[in-house]
């Protein structure tokens, strides 16, 4: 008898490739694991490398919570130059001598760009606009307008100014900059808002995810060393590590499993999902406070 073959439920933390979509790694996934149970949580543009968080079989329902957490990145701005997609992958509409912006002056843009901020999105993102996502508006050359929405910068730093010429000539700046924000921010978007405000232009020419909420880049794999090894965090302790913990008895357990709305701890209040547990660490469901009781956003016991 050949033995059935079974894929973990869990979370995979993949260190994207550039020239890869979000889709093109799930595809990839979906062969390693051999399961059409694959999702991603929070999408990175093909240009983009690093942390992409990818759940496995049951651990998919872990992922629209997952996607609403805190990012980190690494990126590099060009301050001289805009280009139709605020990234490196459009071409350019317009080149400025940006040798003579100082320091000084960077700062107080970056400044500006960082705490509760409103962002308008690139036109060329997935944003839909009535229903019709914003990139494809802009490739059919529709003139649109982008409402702004609310996005948090928590950090937004610069590491290091160079001089570089640009390949037409342009005296530009390459910023190497590192950024924490809310869910939904658009890095290219910051290095468009920069440069504007510079008054030279600006987009972004590289960008690694390093963080998503608490799973970081040295818990990546490549897609490479998954083919080899596939390493998936298991569901528990992935829903342990990005949820406050509430660890149940037996008693709450098999009620909270047969559905009923338990009496949350006021400590919960607002927190937001919550990951409960029964006295074995066997990861039940993710739940949240709703009127004082337990509402269950996703069970797994």
Request: charged share 25%; glycine share 10%.
């Amino acid at each position: 008898m050949t033995q059935k073959h079974t894929t973990p439920d869990g979370l995979v933390i993949v260190d994207k490739p550039s020239g890869f979509t979000s889709h093109d790694v799930v595809a990839k996934m979906r062969g390693i694991a051999r399961t059409r149970r694959v999702g991603h949580a929070g999408t990175l543009d093909p240009m983009a490398t690093g942390v992409l968080v990818l759940g496995v079989e049951r651990a998919t329902k872990l992922l629209g919570h997952l996607a609403l957490t805190e990012k980190e990145y690494l990126g590099t701005i060009r301050l001289g130059q805009n280009t139709v997609t605020d990234d490196a992958e459009g071409e350019i509409t317009s080149s400025t001598d940006a040798s003579k912006v100082t320091r000084d002056a960077i700062d107080a843009g970056i400044a500006k760009l960082t705490g509760d901020i409103m962002q308008v999105p690139s036109k060329v993102s997935a944003i839909k606009i009535d229903g019709v996502r914003s990139y494809k508006r802009a490739r059919e050359g529709e003139d649109f307008e982008i409402p702004a929405r609310p996005v948090t910068v928590s950090s937004f730093a610069v590491y290091d100014v160079r001089d570089a010429v640009a390949e037409d000539g342009t005296p530009v700046l390459d910023l190497v900059v590192s950024v924490v924000c809310s869910s939904g921010t658009y890095i290219r978007a910051l290095a468009r808002d920069l440069g504007a405000g510079l008054g030279v232009g600006g987009h972004l020419t590289a960008l690694r995810r390093t963080r998503v909420g608490p799973y970081k880049l040295d818990a990546a794999r490549t897609l490479d060393q998954l083919q080899k090894e596939l390493t998936v965090m298991p569901i528990a302790e992935a829903a342990a590590a990005a949820f406050p913990r509430w660890q149940v008895d037996a008693k709450r357990a098999r009620l909270l499993l047969n559905g009923v709305r338990l009496e949350m701890p006021e400590e919960y209040a607002g927190a937001g999902p919550v990951a409960v547990f029964d006295p074995e660490d066997r990861f039940l469901a993710l739940v949240e406070e709703h009127r004082g009781k337990a509402k269950s956003l996703a069970v797994f016991g």
